[in-house]
């Protein structure tokens, strides 16, 4: 059973970079499956970042794409998201996914979430 | 605006049926079969429901089901369980987008 679980600071300063890594247990990235991130403003609906294929290649919302930099590193077991140049608006609980499937929007397995929140 | 359109709430009595809708267009619902349904309970992660327009995973209830027709997709969920009170969400592939989510429906159980 594919476990996953964020990491990263919960509060970022506007116009930095927010930087979130994902730890996955039971399953080995590098033998496949999409790795993606979603985020969800608190009391809001769900929104797509973007997904990483275990070979590097990445997917990414266009509406955030400047701002995406996503990167697997097989040796940690671990994916990881940055985001650049926050605002406010990025304020949300942050999730990482994975899509086992041939398709990477049915993510069947979930990390808890985390909050981060964008503020000086 | 979400790319796919859900109502805001839906609701049953439990033992009854509700249907929560997800409307979207050629570019997306009504192109592909690449439609999910999540659960989401207050706190927690989404949760896979429903995949490729009506596949359960393994440990989902067959109590949930999923259909689509033309461009709008539909999730049913019979015999109501107090239980499925929570936020339901749809997601498909679309062109311009590989993964969209609609808004959110809050199913409330009487």
């Known amino acids: 059973q594919v476990q996953l679980q964020e990491s990263g600071p919960g509060l970022v300063k506007p116009s930095e970079t927010l930087s979130l890594t994902c730890t996955v247990s039971g399953y080995s990235i590098s033998s496949g499956s999409y790795w993606g991130w979603i985020r969800q403003p608190p009391g809001k609906g769900l929104e797509w970042i973007g997904s990483?294929?275990?070979?590097?290649?990445?997917y990414n919302n266009p509406s955030l794409k400047s701002r995406v930099t996503m990167s697997v590193d097989t040796s940690k077991n671990q994916f990881s998201l940055k985001l650049s140049s926050v605002t406010a608006a990025d304020t949300a609980f942050y999730y990482c996914?994975?899509?086992?499937?041939?398709?990477?929007?049915?993510?069947?397995?979930w990390g808890q979430g985390t909050l981060v929140t964008v503020s000086s | 605006q979400s790319a796919l359109t859900q109502p805001p709430s839906a609701s049953g009595s439990p033992g009854q049926s509700v249907t929560i809708s997800c409307t979207g267009s050629?570019?997306?619902?009504?192109?592909?079969?690449?439609v999910s349904w999540y659960q989401q309970h207050p706190g927690k992660a989404p949760k896979l429901m429903i995949y490729e327009v009506t596949k359960r995973p393994s440990g989902v209830p067959d109590r949930f089901s999923g259909s689509k027709s033309g461009n709008t997709a539909s999730l049913t969920v019979s015999g109501l369980q107090a239980e499925d009170e929570a936020d339901y969400y749809c997601s498909s592939y679309a062109v311009s987008n590989p993964l969209v989510f609609g808004g959110g429906t809050k199913l409330t159980v009487l």
């Open positions: 990483i294929y275990h070979s590097g290649r990445t």
């Open positions: 050629n570019s997306d619902v009504g192109g592909y079969n690449y």
């Open positions: 996914a994975s899509a086992s499937g041939n398709y990477l929007g049915s993510l069947d397995s």
